[in-house]
């Protein structure tokens, strides 16, 4: 149960200070369908090739194998010699967002196609380091055989960047897609758009206009509808966690808006009531412009909007360099807010009055605001004026990486962990990582862009930068190299008793560092490079004068042993693979509520941290 508090002090109204309005069991926000994988039933008379599974994995050597156990829970295509046929939702889609996670096969190919007509590519594009539109991510040509040779494909849209991973590790890919639109007539008057796609955490398609369907399509014209397919002619490739959420509902609409503005931003309700607003009037659409001020007033727009559906609606108001609350029905959404609020409120169908409050106090900002909604059926839309802009951009400070470079800052993981003595290395094969100076260890790692560095460098600043790329993160830090009465010890999570000093770094020729510390007396060299084709980091750790007794942490989480020194990690996210020398020697243990893979620790150890 939760309960929203009318504490905003800009809503009037006996009905506003008397109401609390609680929410119960709100149903799910979107018309979201989680795709049954139990069998192939929400699919369209699906061919031999596709099956479900309840376990797939790829083989790092071999070209278009995976191996599946039987069960359900994954979608599966082996495409075989011939018969191969593509995969077709029963549903058909205009505007949707796609959301699953996929795993590709050493060098194979597939394709996800909004609508059966504009395809997102799947590949295995992992070492990449220009992808084109046909690699992973990209936004396939279209095609018109009637042009020469070579120059057939056109209008198709290459990746930002490769965030693509190993065959093997499970990909998460996002798509937002905007049907074309038609007059009733039936003339398309805008064409179709991915308004974004999310590759592994990294935005690589943006608002991408699409002319026309793209090569392979069901047919060779838009529509309005049209059904989920995934190419299964090519290669081997699994999919899971399914989700589609469609946008097939009429937007909310505005009306009987007017407006009062108050040269003063201080004042409570009452004596808002009393007193005599400098402006107002009636207005077609919601906007700051109203004001007529820059700074210090007090805007108040009412009005009502219609709803076609009854269900959970999001609303968000966007103030800056003030204040802002919203409400409807004389109850309060959202209270008091600085600069941004949202909140949800379940609404039945028809009109609604609403009230929204703008209180302008900084005077360098930019007076704006902005209000959006979403719900059921219904993709966030701005019902404010869209001419003004609510928002105070700040260009990126980002810093590349042509050769190799460090960079020293604060970085912040998972969980609220904020490393406070991280050095970032990057490289000009495109995969980077953050070492933290206080464990030994390394904490992240990421392919693409090298360094955020606007909350470091921006205004004040704080000191921190984020990766640029798309990041896999290697869990809590802990200390790299622990001593251990047995191999059940519980491992330490700091460097407390081990006299661990650290003694920075040393550059090679190359300027690519090796780190260095001393830890129970044993002077450690810690030294990486990237693998080629950036496809991950070696990793070789030395000591000098070990004691007995030491253990070096490679991995915690869920931990797969697919054999000949290699583990996935993480649900397979990402690889360790031990050379030959420590593969016998690795152990992996359950402690809690989650495992650990360590080795014993001598003179030497070099492993591959794989993603």
């Known amino acids: 149960m939760r309960c929203i508090n009318p504490s905003a002090k ?37 061919s031999p090739n596709w099956k479900t599974a309840s376990n797939v994995q790829a083989d790092l050597a ?66 990449t380091v220009n992808p084109k539109s046909g690699d992973n991510g990209g936004i396939y040509e279209r095609w018109d055989d009637s042009k020469p040779e070579g120059q057939q494909g056109y209008d198709g849209h290459a990746p930002r960047q490769n965030a693509s991973r190993a065959p093997g590790l499970w990909q998460h890919i996002k798509i937002s897609f905007q049907a074309a639109r038609f007059d009733a007539n039936g003339q398309k008057n805008a064409n179709a758009r991915m308004l974004y796609v999310w590759l592994n955490g990294v935005l690589i398609q943006d608002n991408v206009e699409l002319a026309g369907p793209t090569r392979g399509a069901i047919d060779a014209r838009d529509a309005a509808l049209g059904p989920l397919r995934i190419q299964g002619d090519h290669g081997p490739v699994a999919f899971r966690n399914i989700k589609i959420t469609a946008f097939d509902k009429p937007h909310p609409a505005l009306s009987g808006l007017k407006y009062k503005v108050y040269k003063a931003t201080n004042l409570s309700v009452s004596d808002l009531q009393k007193q005599k607003p400098d402006a107002e009037g009636s207005s077609t659409i919601m906007s700051s412009n109203q004001a007529r001020l ?70 360098w900002v930019r007076p704006a605001l902005g209000l959006t909604v979403s719900g059921p059926g219904i993709r966030e839309y701005l019902l404010s004026d869209a001419n003004v802009s609510n928002n105070d951009p700040v260009d990126p400070i980002l810093i590349d990486a042509a050769a190799n470079t460090v960079v020293r800052s604060f970085s912040d993981l998972p969980g609220g962990i904020r490393v406070t003595h991280g050095v970032n290395v990057g490289s000009p094969e495109l995969l980077h990582y953050t070492y933290d100076l206080d464990k030994g260890m390394i904490v992240q790692i990421w392919r693409g862009g090298f360094l955020d ?36 010890a519980v491992w330490a999570l700091d460097t407390t008793g081990t006299a661990f000093k650290p003694k920075g770094y040393v550059l090679n020729a190359d300027d690519v560092p090796a780190f260095k510390y001393i830890v129970y007396g044993s002077v450690v ?63 992996t243990r359950q402690m809690g509520d989650k495992q650990e893979l360590i080795v014993p620790i001598k003179n030497k150890l070099t492993y591959s941290i794989i993603f």
């Open 294 to 363: 820059n700074n210090d007033f007090t805007m108040v727009y009412t009005g009502n909007i219609e709803v076609k559906d009854a269900g959970e609606y999001v609303f968000k108001i966007n103030v800056p360099g003030g204040k802002g609350a919203f409400g409807i029905d004389g109850s309060s959404v959202i209270a008091m807010a600085d600069g941004y609020g949202e909140n949800k409120v379940q609404l039945q169908p028809g009109n609604h009055s609403f009230e929204i409050s703008y209180l302008k106090t900084v005077e």
């Open 62 to 127: 071999q070209q278009e194998v995976l191996t599946t156990k039987d069960g359900a829970g994954i979608l599966v295509n082996q495409p075989g010699k011939k018969g191969a046929k593509d995969l077709f939702s029963k549903t058909t889609y205009g505007d949707m967002d796609l959301e699953l996670d996929y795993m590709m096969a050493k060098g194979s190919n597939s394709g996800i196609y909004l609508q059966g007509r504009y395809e997102i590519q799947l590949l295995d594009s992992w070492g």
């Open 453 to 488: 560095a606007t909350p470091m460098w921006h205004d004040r600043g704080d000191g921190s930068s984020r990766p640029a790329g798309s990041v896999q993160y290697l869990g809590k830090p802990v200390p790299a190299i622990e001593k251990l009465s047995d191999e059940k």
């Open 525 to 587: 060299n810690d030294a990486s490079s990237v693998m080629p084709g950036g496809q991950g980091i070696h990793r070789e750790v030395t000591l000098q004068n070990p004691v007995e007794g030491l253990y070096y942490h490679l991995a915690s989480g869920n931990i797969e042993t697919l054999g000949d020194g290699l583990y996935a990690i993480d649900d397979k996210s990402y690889y360790i693979r031990l050379d030959e020398a420590d593969r016998a020697k690795a152990i």
């Open 10 to 46: 800009l809503f009037r109204g006996k009905k506003f200070w008397m109401a609390l309005v609680c929410t119960l069991g709100f149903q799910n926000l979107m018309a979201q369908t989680q795709v049954p994988l139990r069998d192939l039933s929400f699919f369209d008379n699906p």
